[in-house]
């Protein structure tokens, strides 16, 4: 019996259209962040990303982008998710061409409500977000002091310039 048996021979498997690469903005997890009751513990990245991987923001809430939808590899499983990160947990946000068709095609599920298209375009969003990230982190938590050694996103930005 052949292996096409029971097909007729103009039949062929369904293939997935190529998506075409499209410019998104990618931004790292924080390495540390402050934690606790006054900011005096501190976590490695989030509960579901490692501190310094890579996502991509696909979206964000209506009214305020103090939340943003993400896609990135799982902490535990290293399989892409979809999730909600605040966006203070991020940083170095930048635009860059996408062409992994795992995030294409998530990303194809969830573009409502995005605004931006197109290079110029993405990088003024990115810019835009790390100015909102930073001014986050710093009202966080303020007037309190950080804990000793710190390690958070602001401390090791300083002491590295």
């Given amino acids: 019996m052949s292996e096409n048996a029971g097909m007729s021979e103009d039949a062929t498997p369904e293939e997935e259209p190529e998506l075409e690469p499209r410019w998104l903005i990618a931004a790292n997890v924080v390495r540390w962040r402050r934690y606790g009751k006054g900011g005096q513990e501190l976590r490695p990245g989030t509960k579901a990303c490692r501190g310094g991987s890579k996502v991509y923001v696909i979206g964000y809430r ?31 946000f930048r635009a860059a061409l996408v ?35 930073a001014e986050e982190r710093l009202a966080r938590w303020p007037g309190i002091p950080h804990p000793t050694p710190c390690r958070c996103h602001e401390c090791l930005t300083l002491s590295s310039a």
């Avoid at 939808?69 to 535990?76: K, V």
């Avoid at 068709?101 to 995005?114: F, I, K, N, S, Y």
């Fill in 62 to 92: 209506p009214g305020g982008a103090d939340v943003l939808t993400t896609i990135g590899r799982g902490r535990h499983t290293g399989t892409y998710i979809t999730l909600d990160l605040a966006t203070r947990h991020l940083h170095t």
């Fill in 99 to 133: 062409r992994s068709p795992v995030v294409l095609r998530r990303d194809a599920e969830d573009t409502a409500g995005r605004d931006w298209e197109g290079r110029e375009l993405t990088e003024e969003r990115a810019a835009r977000f790390e100015r909102q990230a």
